[in-house]
């Protein structure tokens, strides 16, 4: 998972792989003072730290700002504060970056965030998902034929599931090239995240694709999505929770991730 979050950035519309926000903690250097909510409300603002160039999670330019950036500002208005953004697409810049929030980042009790990073209430339920075409008879993985092969995020854990269980797989670097394959019949499935294939299935009206939930049970393929705080205070960290919470019980967060064809899952 982490290989994969990690991958090379590509400087046009892409997803990078799981979690923009990820690869954003693991190469973050934390400064050192924590981040009060005295501070965030003085300033007037909460700063999020965010891709300008990889919708659905975030564009700089367009009239589609990505779900990260509408949900942000939702948050900042639960503070009474508006939101500020913060463009990073490299390693230097999310080390120089002094942001309060990021989204969807991976939430696990077995692995907290590193560099001071800590992470909000769960919102989300996210993980990979088997994508076929709308007309495929596949309705498992067992079900595909042994020369059918799956497209893959090279170098992931899905991937090397998938090769142990012996299935034939086609690597790629990024999930938006392997449902392109899927469309194209270069491929019979696709092991991807359901935001990949339902903000492809938004665009591609006539020619959607199904899921298929082959991954259920493996909860290494399975995590809950939450916001992170870098270094907050008590008083941040329980402020955002309860936007979230607000933001959850009145359909906010649905409505919003429906607009960019997700459907929102209850964190487990």
């Given at each position: 998972m982490?290989?994969?979050?990690?991958?090379?950035w590509?400087?046009?519309?892409?997803?990078?792989?799981?979690?923009?926000?990820?690869?954003?903690l693991?190469?973050?250097?934390?400064?050192?003072?924590?981040?009060?909510?005295?501070?965030?409300?003085?300033?007037?603002?909460?700063?999020?730290?965010?891709?300008?160039?990889?919708?659905?999670?975030?564009?700089?330019?367009?009239?589609?700002?990505?779900?990260?950036?509408?949900?942000?500002?939702?948050?900042?208005?639960?503070?009474?504060?508006?939101?500020?953004?913060?463009?990073?697409?490299?390693?230097?810049?999310?080390?120089?970056?002094?942001?309060?929030?990021?989204?969807d980042?991976?939430?696990?009790?077995?692995?907290?965030?590193?560099?001071?990073?800590q992470?909000?209430?769960?919102?989300?339920?996210?993980?990979?998902?088997?994508?076929?075409?709308?007309?495929?008879?596949?309705?498992?993985?067992?079900?595909?034929?042994?020369?059918q092969?799956?497209?893959?995020?090279v170098?992931?854990?899905?991937?090397?599931?998938?090769?142990?269980?012996?299935?034939?797989?086609?690597?790629?670097?990024?999930?938006?090239?392997?449902?392109?394959?899927?469309?194209?019949?270069?491929i019979?499935?696709?092991?991807?995240?359901?935001?990949?294939?339902?903000?492809?299935?938004?665009?591609?009206?006539?020619?959607?694709?199904?899921?298929?939930?082959?991954?259920?049970?493996?909860?290494?393929?399975?995590?809950?999505?939450?916001?992170?705080?870098?270094?907050?205070?008590d008083?941040?960290?329980?402020?955002?929770?309860?936007?979230?919470?607000?933001?959850?019980?009145?359909?906010?967060?649905?409505?919003?991730y429906a607009r960019?064809?997700?459907?929102?899952?209850?964190?487990?």
């Amino acid at each position: 998972m982490i290989r994969a979050a990690c991958a090379a950035w590509k400087p046009r519309h892409r997803f990078v792989r799981y979690a923009v926000s990820l690869s954003l903690l693991m190469l973050w250097d934390a400064p050192a003072d924590a981040r009060s909510l005295e501070t965030v409300i003085e300033r007037g603002a909460l700063t999020l730290c965010a891709s300008p160039n990889a919708l659905p999670f975030a564009s700089k330019t367009g009239p589609v700002p990505g779900f990260q950036i509408e949900l942000g500002e939702k948050i900042a208005e639960q503070l009474g504060v508006k939101l500020t953004r913060e463009w990073v697409v490299s390693a230097i810049q999310y080390r120089r970056a002094d942001c309060d929030l990021v989204l969807d980042v991976i939430a696990r009790k077995d692995t907290p965030p590193a560099g001071g990073v800590q992470v909000s209430r769960p919102y989300h339920r996210s993980g990979v998902v088997l994508a076929v075409p709308s007309d495929s008879p596949a309705s498992s993985l067992a079900s595909l034929g042994s020369d059918q092969r799956v497209g893959v995020p090279v170098g992931s854990l899905v991937s090397m599931t998938l090769a142990k269980g012996g299935a034939a797989t086609s690597p790629f670097v990024f999930e938006d090239d392997i449902v392109a394959a899927l469309a194209n019949r270069e491929i019979e499935a696709a092991a991807v995240t359901p935001t990949t294939v339902g903000w492809f299935n938004l665009q591609h009206a006539d020619k959607p694709l199904r899921l298929i939930p082959a991954f259920d049970n493996d909860q290494d393929l399975n995590w809950n999505i939450a916001a992170g705080l870098l270094r907050p205070d008590d008083k941040l960290r329980a402020r955002v929770d309860a936007a979230i919470e607000a933001l959850l019980a009145d359909g906010t967060i649905a409505r919003i991730y429906a607009r960019y064809g997700i459907e929102l899952r209850s964190p487990q």
